[in-house]
């Protein structure tokens, strides 16, 4: 299996654990009979446990498991919105994400506005959104409603200018979580292009999906979570063997 390689490491993820904390209780009354019967408040659920990882610069890679084995969590470590409670997580270079796509679009504010907000957040300087604003506004496909507030489109539209900006940030690293399960079917076929464009500039990649042949396509490594744990890391058309064989 293979598990590191002689180019440049874009991404390290060493002994990663990550625990979530399930609470039991939700009122005031429950807390405290609770603890009047001694019952416990809270459990730790594992939700990673182990990793040990490394990508190097232009690998693509798809992250496969079934629901809950921690896909998600991963790549949350890898784009820093999670910390993990043991080990870490390096990565080389900007991270782009397409996982909670739109998370800080503004209802009130106009496709235009929230555009230039997101970019500045995702790291794109004034002039380099001004260069890539039309492009932006032509893949999403929003046309005149670019000047209406965005809590007026129809969440189809809402998702394609999200993940327009997302996609059109300079980015070396791109963390891609299932963004290709929204939209319509033309869009999505759009999407897929454009990321099978970053994938030949040797862009890094680590790609979420359920979908085993769009994954198999796109990417050349696999790797199999299962309840936290990797079970395997190699080609990727044998890690959706691997994935088929396992339970959850
Ligand atoms: N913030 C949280 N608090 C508590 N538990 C969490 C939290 N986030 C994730 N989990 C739990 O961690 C486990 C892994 O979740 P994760 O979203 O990473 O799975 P996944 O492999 O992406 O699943 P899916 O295929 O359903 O998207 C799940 O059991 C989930 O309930």
Avoid at 156 to 165: E, I, K, N
Avoid at 192 to 213: C, N, P, Q
Wanted: glycine share 8%; aromatic share 6%.
């Amino acid at each position: 299996m293979p598990k590191t390689s002689d180019a440049r490491p874009s991404i390290i993820i060493e002994d990663v654990g990550k625990r979530f904390t399930l609470r039991h209780t939700q009122s005031f009354k429950e807390l405290f009979i609770a603890w009047t019967r001694r019952k416990p408040l809270a459990s730790t659920f594992q939700a990673l446990d182990g990793i040990d990882l490394r990508v190097a610069e232009g690998e693509s890679v798809a992250l496969l498991g079934y629901n809950g084995s921690g896909k998600s969590t991963l790549l949350k470590l890898i784009s820093g919105v999670l910390r993990p409670d043991q080990g870490r997580v390096l990565t080389r270079g900007r991270v782009a994400g397409l996982i909670e796509v739109g998370a800080g679009f503004h209802p009130d504010l106009s496709g235009r506005e929230n555009v230039y907000l997101n970019a500045a957040i995702l790291g794109m300087s004034r002039s380099e959104i001004d260069r890539r604003f039309d492009e932006i506004v032509e893949f999403s496909e929003i046309g005149e409603f670019i000047d209406t507030e965005v809590k007026h489109y129809s969440s189809g539209m809402f998702v394609r200018l999200a993940f327009s900006v997302a996609i059109h940030t300079e980015l070396d690293i791109l963390l891609v979580d299932e963004v290709l399960a929204v939209g319509d079917a033309p869009f999505r076929e759009k999407c897929k292009a454009k990321i099978r464009e970053l994938a030949d500039e040797r862009k890094t990649m680590f790609v979420v999906s359920h979908d085993l042949g769009m994954v198999s396509s796109l990417c050349t490594r696999g790797i199999v979570l299962r309840r936290g744990k990797m079970i395997f890391d190699g080609p990727v058309e044998d890690a959706v063997a691997a994935l088929k064989e396992s339970t959850r």
